[in-house]
């Protein structure tokens, strides 16, 4: 009997073992992104880790192709300095690389780079792209803004299932400061493992589908504060949402009269509350994460960016007669 359920551990371990192309906008050198590559390969999984080299929050899905060969400033964290080669990785792991680039790029960078020069013999198929997870959430109207979310909708642009994960810590932390993948209270660590648990539910699911996700899809998962953050909370409940609707957010600015400088806002106007595909019945992420507590959001978003049947005929209408 032992031995038979020692079997069926190893046959599943086997057979879920993905090749998962890891990003984030925080840097490659961030705890989170850290924390996420170690449980993943201990989870069995192959894990390319291609990052920013610095800091690149808020840089969206913007396409940055570096034409400078070596550095001209340091590094997040001054941890790759000044000089030093554009791109590369870590001495002691050909697994985990920067590039000095955005988000977005950095996916670019690892598929037609990374993947074919360095892993050529290995001729590694990416299974899914996980980015993230951000120090910060990422609901509603950060959809465009996010570099954690600009890696996502351009990886599944490029015909590649996608994940984006974002948490409730957004300190800007250094993992060779942080990281403690046997602390159960450090929500990097927490994070990893939840991200973990979300992605082998995918793969599990997947059977023999040769995608993890529809073709065009994605999701964005937010995560609420958790351990040294809120300790009564170490394993969020997952709930289904929407990006849009009530409640959610987006960036916006108001000017300090006593500064005299604009300052971000994200709650300063009700943003877009719509529903023209998707479930109309779920709540918003920002209403999960915000108003309830030790829950992490799920949406599911297409990458399709035409209006649907409907509402494209209905704006036809209003084109005529220049068309149709
Ligand atoms: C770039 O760095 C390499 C060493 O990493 C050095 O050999 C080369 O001279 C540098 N090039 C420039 C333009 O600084
Ligand atoms: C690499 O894998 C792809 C499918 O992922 C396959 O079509 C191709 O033939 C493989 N190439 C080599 C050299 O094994
Ligand atoms: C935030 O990150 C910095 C850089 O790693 C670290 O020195 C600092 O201790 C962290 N602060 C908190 C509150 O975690
Ligand atoms: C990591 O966390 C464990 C459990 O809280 C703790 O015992 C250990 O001292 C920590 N390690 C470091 C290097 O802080
Ligand atoms: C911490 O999480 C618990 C549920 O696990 C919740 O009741 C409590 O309100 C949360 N605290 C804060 C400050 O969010
Ligand atoms: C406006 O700026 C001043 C000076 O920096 C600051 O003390 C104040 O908190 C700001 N007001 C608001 C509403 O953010």
């Known amino acids: 009997m032992q031995f038979n359920i020692l079997g069926l551990c190893l046959l599943a371990s086997t057979v879920l073992a993905k090749t998962v192309l890891l990003t984030n906008d925080d840097s490659w050198a961030s705890t989170n992104i850290r924390a996420t590559y170690y449980k993943l390969k201990e989870a069995g999984h192959n894990v390319i880790l291609v990052a920013p080299v610095s800091q690149r929050s808020g840089f969206g899905g913007q396409f940055y192709v570096q034409q400078n060969k070596n550095l001209t400033s340091n590094g997040e964290f001054n941890y790759v300095l000044q000089g030093a080669p554009s791109w590369g990785h870590e001495l002691t792991d050909d697994h985990i690389w920067y590039y000095n680039g955005t988000p977005a790029s950095c996916v670019a960078f690892a598929l037609t780079y990374v993947l074919p020069k360095y892993f050529a013999?290995?001729?590694?198929?990416?299974?899914?792209?996980?980015?993230?997870?951000?120090?910060?959430?990422?609901?509603?109207?950060?959809?465009?803004?996010?570099?954690?979310?600009?890696?996502?909708?351009?990886?599944?642009?490029?015909?590649?299932?996608?994940?984006?994960?974002?948490?409730?810590?957004?300190?800007?932390?250094?993992?060779?400061?942080?990281?403690?993948?046997?602390?159960?209270?450090?929500?990097?660590?927490?994070?990893?493992?939840?991200?973990?648990?979300?992605?082998?539910?995918?793969?599990?699911?997947?059977?023999?589908?040769?995608?993890?996700?529809?073709?065009?899809?994605?999701?964005?998962?937010?995560?609420?504060?958790?351990?040294?953050?809120?300790?009564?909370?170490?394993?969020?409940?997952?709930?289904?949402?929407?990006?849009?609707?009530?409640?959610?957010?987006?960036?916006?600015?108001?000017?300090?009269?006593?500064?005299?400088?604009?300052?971000?806002?994200?709650?300063?106007?009700?943003?877009?509350?719509?529903?023209?595909?998707g479930d109309c019945s779920l709540p918003t992420e920002d209403f999960i994460i915000s108003r309830t507590a030790c829950q992490a959001s799920i949406s599911v978003f297409q990458v399709d960016y035409d209006a649907n049947l409907a509402l494209t005929l209905q704006t036809h209408d209003l084109l005529k007669p220049l068309i149709g």
């Open 121 to 277: 013999t290995q001729n590694y198929s990416i299974d899914l792209v996980v980015s993230g997870p951000n120090e910060g959430t990422n609901m509603g109207g950060l959809y465009t803004l996010s570099g954690t979310m600009g890696a996502t909708y351009n990886a599944v642009y490029r015909n590649l299932p996608a994940i984006a994960f974002s948490g409730s810590n957004s300190n800007n932390s250094f993992y060779k400061d942080s990281l403690n993948l046997s602390d159960p209270l450090d929500p990097s660590t927490i994070y990893a493992e939840q991200t973990v648990s979300l992605v082998n539910t995918i793969f599990e699911n997947q059977g023999s589908n040769p995608r993890a996700l529809p073709l065009g899809v994605g999701l964005n998962v937010n995560y609420p504060p958790v351990g040294y953050q809120n300790e009564t909370c170490v394993e969020p409940k997952w709930v289904p949402t929407r990006i849009t609707g009530d409640f959610a957010s987006t960036a916006d600015m108001v000017f300090n009269e006593t500064a005299g400088v604009f300052e971000w806002s994200p709650h300063s106007y009700a943003a877009l509350s719509v529903c023209n595909s």
